[in-house]
C-alpha cells in the first residue's frame, strides 16, 4: 500500500461496494409473475417477525429501480451486490422460466453498467420457492438439481454483462436458523434437518460454481460465508470444549469441507444419530464441494464468546454479563452459552463491536484455509437513527463503526492476507428479517410509509472514503 500525508491507502483497483437482498428491497411480491418464496409464507406467520412485518412492499424497489440506481451513482461505489430472487425468475422452483422477473434483472444489470457501476450477483439469499420447501426443500437432495437448473437460467441471461458471482449467501444461516432453530423461513426446528440442509446447500454451492464456469468461462465464482471469531470466557477446559463446538459449527462445517473436501471430524460425531442428518451424504459429493473457488465472500458483523453451560457463575465473576434470554450458542445443541462482554460497546442488534476480530478472522482463513482472493462481503451495523431538527440522519456511530472495520481490512492487507474489496450492508434501510423493519442498516434512510430515501451522513462518509481510496490517520 502507499501512503499519502494525512492519509492511510487501500492498493490500487481495490472494489468497493454496496449490497443488498431481493427480499428485503424489492417488494412487489405478487407481480409479473413472481411465485412465493418461504420468507412470503412465514413472515405471514403469526409471532414469526417483529409487529408482524414481512417485505409484501419491503424498499418498493422493483417499482423504484432507477430512482435507487441514481442514488449508487451518487454514492460513487464501483460496484453493487444484489440478489436475484429464484421465485421471481421460476414462481414454483423448476420447470419454466417467467421472462417479466428476467426482464427486470436484466434491466437493474444495463442500469449499473451505464451508470459505471459492476454488477456483482447473489444467486441465493434465503429466498426459496415456496413449492420447493412444500417438496423437502433443503433437506431434500432433489433441491440441489433445481438450484443448478436455476443458476443456469441466470447465467445464461445475465452472463453476457456480470463477471462476479456469489452462490450462497449465508447457508449457515439458510440451514442452522431455517431449519435448526426456526428462527427464519421456513421456521423448522429439527437439528438433523438442519444438517442435512448444510450438506445440500453446499452441494448446491459446488454444483453451481461448476454451472457458472461451464455457461460464463471468464466468470469469478465465490461463495459468502458469515464468520466470526469464537473465544472460550475462561481458560477452563469445558468453556475451551464449548468454544471449539461452537466454532466448528459456525465455522468450521463450512469452511472444511469448500476447502479441504472433509466435513470437521468431532461435528460428524456430535451429530451422529440424528436424521437425516449427514446420513445424507453420497459418494463424490465432497469433490464437487470442493470445486476450486475464485474468491470467498467474508461477511463480518460481531464476535462471538461462550461458556459452558455449568460455568454461568464463573463467567459472570470474569466479567461477562449473560442475558437473562439465554441463547445457547448460536443454536440449541452445543451445550454452549453466549456471553457478553460489560465493557464492549454494541449495536442496535446487541452485537459486540471490535473491529480487530475482523482482522483476526481473515487472517485466520489465510492461513488455515486458502490465500485465495477475499472479500468483506458485508459489513454494517443497526443504531438507533432518526432524522432530526435539522432534517437529516446524523449517524456517527455507524461512520464510527465502518471507519473501524476499514481499518481492521487494511491491518490484514499489513499481514499479507490478499483483500481485495469491501461491501457495506446495506445501501438502503430495509426489511431486516425477523425483525422487520426495526432495525437499520443504511446508508440511506427509508421512509416506510412514503419511500422517501434519505442520505444520511454515513452516505457522504463513506462517498469521500471512496474517492480517496483510503481513511485519514
Known amino acids: 500500500m502507499s501512503a499519502q500525508p494525512g492519509s492511510v491507502r487501500f492498493p490500487n483497483g481495490f472494489l468497493w461496494g454496496t449490497k443488498t437482498a431481493a427480499y428485503q428491497v424489492e417488494g412487489s411480491v405478487d407481480v409479473d409473475g413472481r411465485g412465493p418464496s418461504i420468507w412470503d409464507t412465514f413472515s405471514h406467520h403469526a409471532g414469526a417477525t417483529r409487529n408482524g412485518d414481512t417485505g409484501d412492499v419491503a424498499c418498493d424497489h422493483y417499482r423504484r429501480m432507477d430512482e435507487d440506481l441514481d442514488l449508487l451513482a451518487a454514492l460513487g461505489a464501483p460496484a453493487y451486490c444484489f440478489s436475484v430472487a429464484w421465485p421471481r425468475v421460476q414462481p414454483s422452483g423448476s420447470g419454466a422460466l417467467n421472462q417479466q422477473g428476467l426482464d427486470f434483472y436484466r434491466r437493474l444489470v444495463d442500469g449499473l453498467l451505464r451508470r459505471s457501476i459492476v454488477p456483482v450477483v447473489t444467486l441465493y439469499h434465503w429466498d426459496l420457492p415456496q413449492a420447493l420447501e412444500d417438496a423437502g426443500g433443503w433437506v431434500s437432495r432433489d433441491t440441489v438439481g433445481r438450484f443448478s437448473e436455476y443458476t443456469r437460467i441466470v447465467a445464461g441471461t445475465l452472463g453476457d454483462s456480470v463477471r462476479m ?31 442435512a440442509a448444510t450438506h445440500h446447500l453446499l452441494l448446491a454451492h459446488g454444483e453451481a460454481v461448476n454451472v457458472l464456469r461451464a455457461t460464463i468461462p471468464n466468470a469469478s465464482v465465490g461463495i459468502g460465508l458469515n464468520l466470526q471469531p469464537v473465544r472460550p470466557a475462561t481458560d477452563h477446559d469445558d468453556d475451551r470444549a464449548a468454544c471449539h463446538r461452537v466454532d466448528g459449527n459456525l465455522n468450521r462445517l463450512f469452511l472444511d469441507p469448500i476447502f479441504t473436501g472433509r466435513y470437521p471430524a468431532d461435528m460428524l460425531e456430535h451429530y451422529a444419530g440424528l436424521q437425516p442428518g449427514f446420513d445424507v451424504v453420497a459418494e463424490g459429493d465432497l469433490e464437487v464441494i470442493r470445486t476450486p473457488i475464485d474468491f470467498l465472500g467474508v461477511n463480518f458483523y460481531f464476535p462471538i464468546t461462550v461458556c459452558a453451560p455449568a460455568r454461568r457463575a464463573e463467567a459472570r465473576a470474569a466479567g461477562y454479563w449473560i442475558p437473562e434470554t439465554e441463547r445457547r450458542g448460536r443454536i440449541g445443541d452445543l451445550d454452549a452459552v453466549q456471553v457478553l462482554r460489560a465493557e464492549v460497546s454494541r449495536t442496535q442488534m446487541g452485537w459486540e463491536i471490535e473491529p480487530a476480530a475482523l482482522t483476526e478472522i481473515l487472517v485466520r482463513v489465510r492461513d488455515q484455509y486458502a490465500s485465495l482472493p477475499l472479500y468483506v462481503s458485508e459489513n454494517g451495523a443497526a443504531f438507533d437513527d432518526y432524522i432530526g431538527p435539522d432534517g437529516e440522519v446524523h449517524d456517527a456511530d455507524r461512520i464510527a463503526y465502518l471507519d473501524g472495520h476499514l481499518r481492521a481490512v487494511l491491518d490484514a492487507l499489513d499481514a499479507g492476507v490478499d483483500m481485495r474489496g469491501y461491501f457495506v450492508w446495506s445501501i438502503l434501510d430495509n426489511f431486516e428479517w425477523g425483525h422487520g423493519y426495526s432495525k437499520r442498516f443504511g446508508l440511506t434512510w427509508v421512509d416506510y410509509p412514503t419511500g422517501r430515501r434519505l442520505p444520511k451522513s454515513s452516505f457522504a462518509w463513506y462517498r469521500q472514503t471512496v474517492r480517496a481510496n483510503g481513511l485519514e490517520r
Open 165 to 195: 458471482w456469489i452462490t450462497l449467501n449465508e447457508p449457515w444461516c439458510s440451514a442452522w436458523l431455517g431449519y435448526g432453530t426456526g428462527e427464519h423461513a421456513p421456521g423448522v426446528r429439527d437439528h438433523g434437518k438442519a444438517a
